[in-house]
């Protein structure tokens, strides 16, 4: 893979191992039912932490409070130690970057115009210099698009730069919302099931993707429900359940935790959605494969082969529409 | 929320269309020799009978008596009638006219030979129907009904690029609850089968040619599109004008059947600056291609019309706002321009700005009318834009209306107006008076269609660069999903604003020339909707039938739905019908518009495997407050 060179000098700012992003005591209720109940989470520069739980454990949701889309009921958000406005665009300004699990791309533009709108952000040409269009917009604009190439050729879609992004098919649409994510240069990626519905090759691929971008000094925070991507990729997990946050550790002590499996194998918790259908447990096998960490995996299987099977289904029709 | 996709019943009938299994099958079974036969024969009588009588009095018009010479509504039968048989040599492989055929496709020979059936079965019945009766018809009314005829016969039993055959076991549930009905399904299916189908058979790269041919059929395609325009501006009656539209949309239809239109789109794309180069000289040539003030004065209103459109395209095309007042800022700039153009009936009636601060004014006006209605509500998602922006249209002109010393200060006259406003003077060039140019007089409205035309492609020029820039990017995104928009970085309600502004002002622009081209302004055109143009009902329109996001769409659209009523007479009452009818009509079969956005470009890269319409997990009606759940 080609290295992209950083044009702000972001991972020198926060020396390796400073907390990058802090959030304490975040809460967010819809009316009253509470998604996110009092979750402190910390994420240090050139770290990739993980975050996991059931189904409608409120991760998303945590995701929305920390990128302004929600405003948290409670609780703040700061990055490199200054408080986050709970407006997305100034999130985005600040250096917090995000993908989301239903994939949001911008259909009807190409797969370079997406990644362009990711560089909105750092570029200032407004309507008049559009109009204008002197030297110095041309240099701008030669300027974004060059870098835009590069995240394509780093993401690997460099060749489909001219296509419709709704043609995608839909592991590369994954894929292009990280490089539009890219293009905005956080310091700090926010991945929302960034494998949901991909196959083993694919998943394993994405799994080499957030290396490659952890080692251009972006921190990365993932919700993930295979087990063995996080495992594999996290320096640090934190479970969440019910909105709660019930461990945070290496994946070891994760793995190991009482309540975590319980949690996983669907113990009655109120209101816990565990039946989302069973018929999906053997696509979603295919995705563990046989040398995942047997508790982990035993007790994960439900619930993540409710959501990786049918998203996997999904990705079957669409590569026979493609042939 | 939705973790669940929803696109199952979507992936169904994408499945269908396979571009791979072509069909090829003719409608009315004859051997091919046969059938190629038949078509010319039909061709030859269609021609012959053009240069015949086909009824004997003169009441109708177009003087359609005179044998040796067709005339009126003959000559469309004629053209239509030559461009079948061309088409059909081509498509069945003579040398030299192959090249009206680049996809092999004999679709574009029934295409036109429908057109000139229909046209010719139209003037017929007509004839028939106005003067009372068959026995009006010559013999050559009766042979050109039966050479269309067989012409028409003769196409359907040529092999036709066919919809591939539905899947027995397809569903459709678009047919609601017919769909559990069979014989509605055998109907549907039947008619879906019927369909030709001809947009991804490959044709040649034109861009092969040697530049100067390429240069050279752009030329000659915009010499020809301005006289067909010119033609069709110019018709004198109803009749005429509706044969003309007849043969023109299936010409064009048929243009796009045989791949021409695929191929020419080509080369605009390789020669952008030049096609506009020669579109605009054709634009600016239509005043000395025609001496007629009157049809130089539907120009003018084409171009304003266009021009507001295009503006509004920026909001409602670029944007995805919905603004459904938007003609009030063409009356806010036509109003502006009007108290400072030195009329007597202006209360400033002693000011009298020169047209480019005059032309300032009114852009400024609208821009503050703009900025003063969208600040409150761009903040806002959802509808009520669409209900303020109605609002402000209709207190627009209710306001204009009591502003008459009676109800209210004397601003505006009230229901009067503002009249008697003197003609535009531009560097001592006076537009009001007549001016020749070498043997060509240029009249008033021929000197306004000019001083349009400027504006329109400073418009043009506009919305181009706007559109294909860092803020006209963000614009799309926003219309395509705001809440992703605002994620990477927009602020949605800043970008929204620009481009309302923007939208506004440009409309005020325009109707600083509508001011003075129409002596007056008075409020009741400035409505959301009526019988003619503009109001804002026509302008949506115009912008949805054209194109969404396109430069030509909207100005086509405008030109459309200003010389339909214009031409039609006989709608007058049913216009608003009609209108609505075709809306519809467009929505469910075209939705993309006339000229569609992007797609047209991107055909020569996409490759064959490409999906339309396929979104694995759609979610964009979403409500606002579960962003990205
Ligand atoms: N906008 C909203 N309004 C009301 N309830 C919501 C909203 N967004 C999320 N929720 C609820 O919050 C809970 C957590 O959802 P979510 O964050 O999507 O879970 P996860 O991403 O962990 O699967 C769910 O019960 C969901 O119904
Ligand atoms: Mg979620």
């Known amino acids: 893979m080609t290295t992209i060179t950083k044009e702000q000098p972001t991972p020198a700012q926060a020396p390796d191992g400073g907390p990058l992003l802090q959030a304490s005591g975040v809460i967010m209720r819809f009316g009253g039912l509470t998604a996110v109940r009092d979750v402190d989470l910390t994420v240090n520069s050139g770290e990739i932490v993980g975050l996991i739980g059931p189904n409608g454990a409120g991760k998303t949701t945590f995701f929305n409070c920390l990128t302004g889309l929600y405003v948290p009921t409670e609780g703040t958000v700061s990055y490199r130690g200054e408080i986050l406005p709970p407006k997305p665009h100034l999130v985005t300004q600040a250096g917090v970057a995000r993908t989301f699990q239903n994939i949001r791309l911008f259909s009807n533009m190409t797969v370079l115009e997406n990644v362009l709108v990711g560089r909105h952000t750092r570029t200032r040409e407004g309507l008049l210099s559009a109009l204008i269009r002197g030297p110095r917009y041309h240099k701008a604009e030669a300027r974004s698009r060059e870098r835009a190439m590069e995240i394509l050729e780093f993401i690997g879609l460099a060749d489909k730069a001219d296509h419709l992004s709704r043609n995608l098919p839909y592991g590369e649409q994954r894929k292009l919302e990280i490089a539009r994510a890219l293009a905005s240069e956080p310091g700090l990626l926010l991945l929302d099931e960034p494998t949901a519905g991909m196959n083993p090759q694919e998943t394993r691929a994405t799994e080499e993707l957030v290396f490659a971008i952890r080692d251009q000094g972006i921190a990365v925070l993932v919700i993930e429900h295979d087990m063995r991507f996080i495992f594999n990729l996290c320096d640090r997990v934190a479970v969440l359940v019910q909105g709660e946050k019930l461990v945070e550790g290496t994946s070891d002590i994760v793995q190991q935790d009482e309540r975590v499996i319980a949690?996983?194998?669907?113990?009655?918790?109120e209101g816990a959605p565990a039946d989302e259908g069973d018929a999906a447990v053997e696509q979603a096998e295919a995705g563990f494969g046989a040398e995942a960490e047997a508790e982990a995996g035993a007790g994960t299987r439900a619930e993540a082969g409710a959501d990786a099977g049918i998203a996997a289904d999904d990705a079957g029709e669409e590569q026979e529409n493609d042939r | 929320m939705t973790d669940i996709p929803v696109a199952a019943a979507e992936t169904a009938a994408v499945t269908t269309a396979k571009p791979s299994a072509r069909r090829i099958a003719p409608f009315v079974p004859?051997?091919?020799?046969?059938?190629?036969?038949?078509?010319?024969?039909?061709?030859?009588?269609?021609?012959?009978?053009?240069?015949?009588?086909?009824?004997?009095?003169?009441?109708?018009?177009?003087?359609?008596?005179?044998?040796?010479?067709?005339?009126?509504?003959?000559?469309?039968?004629?053209?239509?009638g030559i461009l079948t048989g061309l088409f059909a040599l081509g498509a069945f492989g003579l040398k030299g006219l192959?090249?009206?055929?680049?996809?092999?496709?004999?679709?574009?020979?029934?295409?036109?030979?429908?057109?000139?059936?229909?046209?010719?079965?139209?003037?017929?019945?007509?004839?028939?129907?106005?003067?009372?009766?068959?026995?009006?018809?010559?013999p050559g009314g009766f042979v050109a009904a039966v050479g269309t005829l067989v012409l028409l016969i003769g196409a359907l039993a040529l092999p036709i690029h066919r919809h591939p055959q539905e899947d027995p076991n397809a569903e459709y549930f678009e047919l609601g609850r017919l769909s559990t009905v069979p014989v509605a399904v055998a109907g549907y299916k039947w008619l879906r089968e019927l369909r030709p189908h001809h947009t991804d058979l490959p044709v040649p790269d034109p861009t092969r040619l040697p530049g100067w041919v390429q240069r050279l059929i752009i030329t000659l395609a915009a010499a020809v599109g301005l006289e067909v325009l010119t033609y069709g501006l110019a018709t004198g009656y109803t009749e005429i004008f509706l044969g003309f539209l007849i043969v023109v949309v299936f010409a064009i239809w048929a243009l796009s059947a045989s791949g021409l239109l695929r191929q020419f789109s080509g080369l605009t794309a390789a020669?952008?600056?030049?096609?506009?180069?020669?579109?605009?000289?054709?634009?600016?040539?239509?005043?000395?291609?025609?001496?007629?003030?009157?049809?130089?004065?539907?120009?003018?209103?084409?171009?304003?019309?266009?021009?507001?459109?295009?503006?509004?395209?920026?909001?409602?095309?670029?944007?995805?706002?919905?603004?459904?007042?938007?003609?009030?800022f063409l009356g806010v700039g036509a109003y502006a321009a009007a108290l400072v153009s030195g009329s007597p009936f202006s209360i400033w009636s002693g000011v009298q700005f020169p047209f480019w601060a005059a032309a300032l004014t009114g852009m400024a006006a609208s821009l503050v009318f703009g900025v003063l209605i969208g600040a409150p509500t761009l903040r806002l998602r959802g509808d009520y834009l669409a209900i303020v922006t109605l609002g402000f249209g209709e207190i627009f002109r209710i306001v204009v209306n009591s502003l008459d010393g009676v109800s209210g200060?004397?601003?505006?006259?009230?229901?009067?107006?503002?009249?008697?406003?003197?003609?535009?003077?531009?560097?001592?060039?006076?537009?009001?008076?007549?001016?020749?140019?070498?043997?060509?007089?240029?009249?008033?409205?021929?000197?306004?269609?000019?001083?349009?035309?400027?504006?329109?492609?400073?418009?043009?020029?506009?919305?181009?660069?706007?559109?294909?820039?860092?803020?006209?990017?963000?614009?799309?995104?926003?219309?395509?999903?705001?809440?992703?928009?605002?994620?990477m970085g927009i602020n949605g309600f800043r970008v929204k604003l620009?481009?309302?502004?923007?939208?506004?002002?440009?409309?005020?622009?325009?109707?600083?020339?509508?001011?003075?081209v129409t002596y007056n302004v008075v409020p009741s055109p400035y409505q959301f909707a009526g019988a003619a143009p503009p109001n804002s009902a026509f302008l949506l329109a115009a912008v949805v039938l054209g194109g969404m996001g396109t430069v030509s769409g909207p100005i086509l659209g405008a030109a459309l739905l200003y010389l339909i009523p214009e031409k039609l007479g006989f709608l007058q009452r049913y216009e608003l019908f009609a209108f609505g009818l075709a809306l519809v009509l467009i929505m469910r079969f075209r939705p993309e518009g006339i000229i569609p956005n992007r797609r047209r470009q991107l055909e020569f890269h996409e490759d064959e495997t490409l999906v339309p319409g396929k979104r694995p997990l759609g979610d964009d009606t979403v409500p606002v407050s579960s962003a990205g759940a």
Request: hydrophobic share 50%; glycine share 10%.
């Open chain 2, 98 to 138: 192959r090249w009206l055929a680049p996809n092999h496709s004999h679709n574009a020979v029934l295409l036109l030979a429908l057109g000139t059936f229909a046209t010719t079965w139209y003037t017929v019945i007509a004839i028939a129907q106005e003067l009372g009766g068959l026995a009006n018809l010559d």
């Open chain 2, 498 to 516: 620009i481009a309302f502004a923007l939208g506004a002002s440009l409309a005020g622009l325009a109707g600083t020339v509508s001011a003075h």
């Open chain 2, 30 to 80: 004859l051997p091919l020799t046969a059938a190629r036969a038949v078509t010319l024969i039909g061709v030859v009588a269609t021609i012959a009978a053009t240069f015949m009588s086909w009824t004997y009095t003169t009441d109708f018009p177009g003087d359609l008596t005179v044998t040796g010479y067709p005339g009126g509504l003959q000559v469309l039968t004629l053209v239509s």
């Open chain 1, 263 to 269: 949690a996983y194998l669907g113990e009655p918790f």
């Open chain 2, 409 to 487: 200060p004397k601003v505006t006259n009230g229901p009067n107006g503002i009249s008697q406003i003197p003609d535009l003077s531009i560097f001592g060039y006076n537009l009001g008076d007549s001016h020749d140019v070498g043997s060509v007089t240029l009249g008033r409205f021929a000197n306004y269609y000019l001083l349009m035309l400027l504006i329109t492609v400073i418009v043009v020029l506009i919305f181009t660069r706007a559109a294909d820039s860092r803020i006209g990017r963000s614009w799309v995104a926003i219309r395509e999903d705001e809440t992703a928009a605002t994620a």
């Open chain 2, 271 to 328: 020669h952008r600056s030049f096609a506009n180069t020669m579109g605009f000289l054709a634009a600016l040539a239509y005043p000395f291609a025609q001496n007629d003030e009157h049809y130089a004065n539907l120009g003018v209103n084409i171009l304003i019309f266009g021009t507001v459109a295009l503006g509004l395209n920026i909001v409602v095309g670029l944007t995805g706002l919905l603004d459904l007042g938007y003609v009030a």
